[in-house]
């Protein structure tokens, strides 16, 4: 582990400061490093709420690479002037691979739930613009 923060692919159910929910963790119950561009998603567990969320099938949590969010965050800054936190530019990556498969007359909505001025260092970091 230590590559990523993708609890749902690589965790399993455990105890991280007080909460059962999925945790990124070795076999002897060790808390696993973790890795996300995104400050806000690297962290070795996931809330309860979207844990029970998870594994009623109420919701589908999927995994997005560090460059998948950086891709998304250009895309959307370049088509429409909104620089997101990376957090949620995970979640516009998802929506850009799933826009394809998609009819015309379907509609995405992607919450864009914070701001990326505060993600300005980072995306210095690690963004190579033209």
Do not use: C, W
Not at 23 to 30: E, F, I
Not at 44 to 73: C, F, K, N, W
Not at 84 to 95: K, T, Y
């Amino acid at each position: 582990m230590g590559d990523h923060a993708a609890r749902f692919r690589g965790g399993s159910p455990g105890v991280l400061q007080g909460t059962y929910s999925y945790v990124l963790q070795d076999k002897a119950g060790q808390i696993a490093l973790t890795h996300s561009v995104s400050a806000g998603l690297d962290y070795p567990s996931i809330g309860p709420e979207h844990a029970m969320l998870q594994d009623s099938g109420r919701a589908e949590y999927v995994p997005a690479s560090d460059a998948e969010a950086l891709a998304a965050t250009t895309l959307l800054a370049r088509t429409e002037g909104i620089i997101p936190a990376l957090e949620s530019a995970h979640a516009v990556a998802e929506a850009i691979k799933r826009a394809p498969k998609m009819k015309k007359a379907e509609v995405v909505i992607v919450n864009i739930s914070g701001r990326g001025d505060k993600d300005v260092g980072i995306l210095r970091e690690n963004l190579k613009l033209d």
